[in-house]
């Protein structure tokens, strides 16, 4: 894909074309789009070519001037007819559908289509991608905010279960709204960028970056290694900044378009990062040092009205990092006689929701209401929101 094309001229197309409700775009760019010439060599492509809307735009390589074309071309379509264009033919580059929602996208492009009614939820055409979404938490968040109506984009390096995650959420999905999978590696600047490209590429913008893909590898001081901890740091701490950065120049450019679209860029913390975390520092350092981030962002993006916010959730005693019954930490600190007294793994779990005024572990409802809570807020940034059941507390 062209890069610098698609996620500098589509957000910005997508605003543009906009009325009251705000569109979702898709660029198909196989090579009988990209090399159609005029509308009419189009429409032949088209299904339905003989009543659809066209605009050519002749600029094809500079993405300003792209930008620049489409303003003038778009404001002049919007003064001779009501509705926005059905497709914009970017020469060279291939074909744009826009539309209400994504179904209607599949349908347009000529994709196989099943019934569906139009998203209601409170997120409904939202575009969002969620980080680490294969499994865990980002998974149980990727579903939640599918449920809500949401497109998402489930990007994880666990391309297996990433992918059957997508297909799933599409396969039982009774509305307008759609799932794709992207494989990243979120410490890859070139990965990060790919995944936003190819979002942008599917959907035609971004509203909501969830920055939850996280590793931990425990030990003290005797036992970590440099490499161990670069490896943390690379996905925990680089990786969130990776996602700030490609997906905030997106939404600045959909700010410009639009006057006061808010939108957001969640990091999923810990209460490690709220609290120091004995042997287990490169995880702890790491996300203290991700709240830094997440207030410096806050201050340099509301300008452009991207809140950016971290949660803090507690211990997820149901996920595979706790409950894995050969590697969880349950089973481990069994094995290892870390609690005093305990027998069986239920013995260690008690052990550790005693620890948690609320009585149990964090589940990713939890979670996903604080995501809610924040998204729907126009006058919260900068916050690192604790999810711990009263384990730790705010000064
Ligand atoms: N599990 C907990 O108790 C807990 C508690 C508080 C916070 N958290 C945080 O929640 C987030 C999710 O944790 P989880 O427990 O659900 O983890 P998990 O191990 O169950 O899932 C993490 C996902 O991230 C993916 N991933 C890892 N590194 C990646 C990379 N470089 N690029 C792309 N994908 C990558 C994995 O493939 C996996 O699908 C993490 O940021 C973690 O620090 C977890």
Redesign the pocket.
């Known amino acids: 894909m062209h890069n610098a094309i698609v996620n500098q001229v589509l957000p910005a197309l997508r605003m543009m074309a906009s009325g009251e409700n705000v569109l979702t775009l898709r660029l198909d760019d196989r090579e009988i789009f990209a090399n159609a010439t005029d509308e009419q060599s189009l429409r032949e492509l088209l299904i339905m070519g003989e009543d659809a809307k066209i605009l050519v735009v002749d600029e094809t390589t500079d993405p300003t001037d792209i930008v620049s074309d489409l303003e003038v071309k778009l404001s002049m379509w919007k003064e001779e007819r009501e509705d926005h264009p059905d497709y914009v033919l970017l020469k060279d580059i291939g074909l744009v559908a826009l539309a209400q929602h994504a179904a209607q996208l599949d349908e347009m492009l000529g994709k196989d289509e099943h019934d569906y009614l139009v998203s209601f939820g409170r997120l409904a055409n939202k575009i969002a991608v969620v980080?680490?979404?294969?499994?865990?938490?980002?998974?149980?968040i990727a579903g939640m905010l599918f449920m809500e109506g949401a497109n998402v984009v489930i990007?994880?390096?666990?391309e297996v279960?990433?992918q059957k995650a997508a297909d799933f959420l599409n396969k039982e999905a009774a509305t307008s709204n759609r799932a794709m999978f992207v494989k990243?590696?979120?410490?890859?600047a070139a990965?990060v960028e790919n995944m936003i490209t190819e979002t942008i590429g599917f959907f035609g913008g971004l509203d909501l970056i969830v920055?939850?893909?996280?590793?931990?590898r425990a030990g003290g001081l005797d036992e970590m290694t440099p490499e161990n901890f670069d490896f943390m740091t690379?996905?925990?701490y680089k990786?969130y900044f990776l996602c700030a950065k490609y997906s905030s120049a997106v939404m600045k450019i959909q700010s410009k378009y639009r006057e006061n679209y808010f939108t957001d860029i969640i990091?999923?913390?810990?209460?490690?990062g709220l609290k120091g975390s004995n042997k287990n520092f490169a995880?702890a350092g790491g996300?203290f040092g991700g709240i830094g981030l997440t207030q410096s962002f806050a201050m340099e993006l509301m300008p452009f009205k991207i809140k950016v916010n971290s949660v803090?959730?507690?211990?997820?005693?149901e996920?595979?990092?706790?409950s894995d019954p050969d590697k969880g930490l349950f089973v481990q600190y069994l094995r290892a006689g870390k609690v005093p007294g305990a027998r069986t793994i239920g013995d260690v779990k008690a052990f550790y929701e005693k620890q948690v005024p609320a009585g149990r572990?964090?589940r990713v409802q939890d979670v996903f209401r604080a995501i809610l809570y924040i998204i729907e807020q126009e006058y919260e940034t900068g916050q690192a929101v604790p999810v711990t059941g009263g384990q730790n507390m705010l000064n």
């Open positions: 980080t680490g979404a294969a499994m865990g938490f980002g998974s149980g990007a994880d390096w666990n279960e990433g990243v590696d979120v410490s890859d990965s920055s939850n893909a996280g590793v931990l690379n996905v925990n990786g990091q999923i913390n810990s209460k490690s995880y996300k803090c959730p507690g211990n997820f005693f996920g595979p990092l706790w572990g964090c």
